[in-house]
């Protein structure tokens, strides 16, 4: 990370993929089974639908269709990687990495490969790292995955969090460029943040190391993630606002010359409140958080990836990405595509 305007441009996304499982569960769903409504849904979340894979779809599998797609838009071979560096907060397994699942998969015999546990800024993590591994000679093509299964940890019983969660996967191609011309493109500016000791407000309290699964652990269902969703919510609107600003300032450019916002999709009220402080109207800033929920580091791709496909990101587009998740962590990057 950097402070004031930034250095030359080392790195650019030059290959966007996506991923997302078959079934579509709609708001419907959940009303049949818990306290709840379409309409309530939709007006505290703005979500009308999200992706759920089956039980054999893997996080590792998401990754790869999303990595395929990104790589055949990028022109590169799996030889041709360098690093794998994917972010997610719903591995397949502690151990090995989903990244080095992944690489074999790819066929990446060339690639590091490791995971960033993040929460729903995990793309943007990753991003920041596949530029400085670029930016130190580590790396000349960077793999960036945001993957996740939530649905595996989320409470289908518990209205306050089981309405939210979507699973799904997105790519990103990063290689080394050489600035050419008086607006280069490529990642102008990151900027990483965290506060744990929030962390208790949006978390899983059983399953790891210090309390294992176990029989107490499945009857009480603490497995599963829990949120304490009205302070998560007061939280996320301040740190976005933080992390929109930072990123705009280190890029040394105006939040007026931002082209499109694209947020992470976790509650459409978040994410108006994080346009208004930004001072930019909801038609530069991207969402799609009514088709596939919150997909925590999956969230971000989904929407640059469909803003690229819609036309709405074209080159010489100046993108403002920015993210809030679990840790309490959130990050943002300014792009010049």
Request: with cysteine; net charge negative; charged share 25%.
């Amino acid at each position: 990370m950097s402070e004031g305007p930034l250095r030359r441009p080392f790195a650019a996304i030059t290959g966007l993929g996506v991923a997302v499982p078959p079934r579509v569960v709609d708001n419907a769903w959940f009303a049949e089974r818990l306290d709840t409504s379409d309409e309530w849904i939709v007006e505290r979340t703005g979500i009308r639908e999200r992706r759920i894979a089956d039980p054999t779809q893997t996080v590792a599998d998401l990754s790869r269709e999303a990595a395929e797609h990104a790589m055949r838009e990028a022109g590169i071979t799996a030889a041709e990687i360098d690093a794998i560096v994917l972010g997610t907060a719903t591995p397949d397994r502690l151990l090995p990495s989903t990244a080095c699942d992944l690489q074999v998969l790819l066929g990446a015999v060339n690639a590091t490969a490791f995971d960033i546990s993040a929460a729903c800024p995990g793309f943007i993590y990753a991003l920041t790292v596949a530029e400085g591994l670029i930016a130190s000679g580590q790396s000349r093509t960077t793999l960036v995955i945001g993957a996740e299964k939530l649905s595996a940890i989320t409470d289908m019983q518990d209205r306050s969090t089981a309405i939210l969660f979507g699973d799904g996967a997105g790519a990103a191609v990063v290689r080394r460029t050489e600035p050419t011309g008086d607006k280069p493109r490529g990642i102008l500016s990151t900027f990483l943040k965290s506060d744990g000791r929030l962390g208790n407000l949006l978390y899983r309290p059983g399953g790891g190391s210090s309390d294992p699964l176990s029989e107490k652990v499945l009857a009480e269902r603490s497995h599963y993630l829990r949120m304490s969703g009205r302070e998560v919510f007061k939280a996320a609107v301040i740190a976005m606002a933080e992390a929109s600003d930072e990123a705009i300032r280190r890029a040394g450019v105006t939040a007026d010359e931002i082209d499109l916002l694209v947020p992470h999709q976790a509650n459409v009220r978040i994410i108006e409140a994080t346009a208004k402080h930004a001072g930019m109207p909801m038609d530069r800033v991207m969402v799609n958080v009514d088709r596939y929920g919150n997909t925590s580091s999956a969230s971000i791709p989904l929407a640059l990836d469909q803003a690229v496909r819609e036309g709405r990101i074209g080159p010489g587009s100046l993108v403002l990405l920015v993210a809030f998740g679990a840790g309490f962590t959130w990050g943002s990057a300014v792009v010049r595509w």
